[in-house]
């Protein structure tokens, strides 16, 4: 019990400490009150967008984009990723491109995708597909190419043959190298979405925040930056949960 | 002849130079036989096994078993590995289904195929294991239980037993060799470990490398039950150990 209450107790002290820092800059800074609020008018304002239901919406809207975006994401990178870490010679030709395309900040394609998909949903779900697929995709093909090649020994000596060989052998066998990515992409993908709704969007946390600016409500401001900051780690924790219920039927214990 | 080796050959490309590790090798086999590949390594003990299960090719020479050219692996001869080649992600039962998922069975018929092979083993109620809760001699026991499963006709052994200690090693042979006069099985069985080929082996195919090639085959004139302490047993075993030029001339006088 003890062991499990220490993190809680961690966290309690780590998030007191910042709004302790916060405390303390906010009484020595010469700022307005406007400009820099206090913890306490940031909490005001949380609790102000919760009751007048801005918040729940703006959530709402920002978990169906993240979710869509996210999840065909994975869903095609690790199809795509399967295929092409059975054929090493066709992805030699693929590789240089996905390299190239890779470090391009997903923003960098933000003028181009609103210009193509309008203001809306698209040009957030867009973003968020690009920054999740690169991971998936690549931690996809070399988990495939690092599968032991006893299995593929064994299927062939058993007359396993594909497909039943990709979704029998070859994908379990990877997976834990796939999860791996997955789990990258869900922060970069997380991250990417604010970024995506500030520019293309005209709802969501992103755009709350560009709102909360143009009104110049810094409380706002802030009570939506935290919100970001406690959806991610939620969104973290539940990958976890669910990563730990797979392996745990894999037979495995990390 | 059931299993047929007709000059073997085949060469390795090793750090620029050529490697022969088979050089004009021929061998029949019988039906039912058990027949150990036996020498030190590099001798193309385990490439002519590979040759055999299919999953690589001669340079020149022909293998052929039952009339057939072999061009693939097939389900009608199993290979056990070394290292069990079991699924991590699926438990003991799972592992052992394995083969018997690309038949048309009912689910019943299959969990009661493997369900009688794990019981050959001797892995009953392990079942819902995972592998890595298993020992190594569990692991390379649902490995023969999986094996035996599918009904093959031939079984090929990749040095089994190499990775387990010395008395779980002499447990698997012993039921190694109920299992194949029980099951009938032809079975071609790699190792250099000079006891346990006088032990299991019909016959014993002693090998030399640089070339790799046979050296002579010796026939082991023991029945089907086996004991390590007869004088029998030590008796081909100090012929095979004299083949392979280790049994000290016997000067032991000197030192004393």
Redesign the interface.
Known sequence: MIRKLSPIKNCVISVALVILAWQILFQVSDYEAALFPSPKMAFDALVEMFKNGTLLEHIKTSMYRFLVGYLSAVAVAVVLGLILGRLPKVFQYINPAVQLLRPISPTAWMPFIVLLFGIGDMPAIVIIFIAAFFPVLLSTVSAVGNVDP??L??S??????QP?LTW??IF??A?PQIANGIHLALGTAWIFLVAGEMVGAQSGLGYAIIDARNNIRADILLATILVIGVIGILLDGILRLIEKQIFK????EN | MYIEVKNASKRYKVGGKDVVVLDNVSLDIEKGEFVCLLGPSGCGKSTLLNVL?G?EKLESGSVRIDGAEVV????K???I?Q?Y?L?????VLKNVE??L??RKLEKDQKRKIAQKYIDLVGLTGLEKQ????LSGGQQQRVSIARGLA?QPEIIFMDEPFGALDAITRMKLQDDILKISRGENKTIIFVTHDIEEAAFLADRIVVMMANPGRIKSIVKVPLGDHRDRTSEDFLYVRDKIFELFNLKADSYIEYYI
């Open positions: 006893i299995y020994k064994v062939q000596n058993y007359g396993i043959t039943a029998k052998v379990p066998a997976f039927a894999w037979g495995g | 299960a999953f693939s692996p097939s389900p001869r199993i290979t590995f290292n080649g699924l991590p992600w699926r438990n394995l083969g998922e690309s995972h592998p890595r809760r599918v």
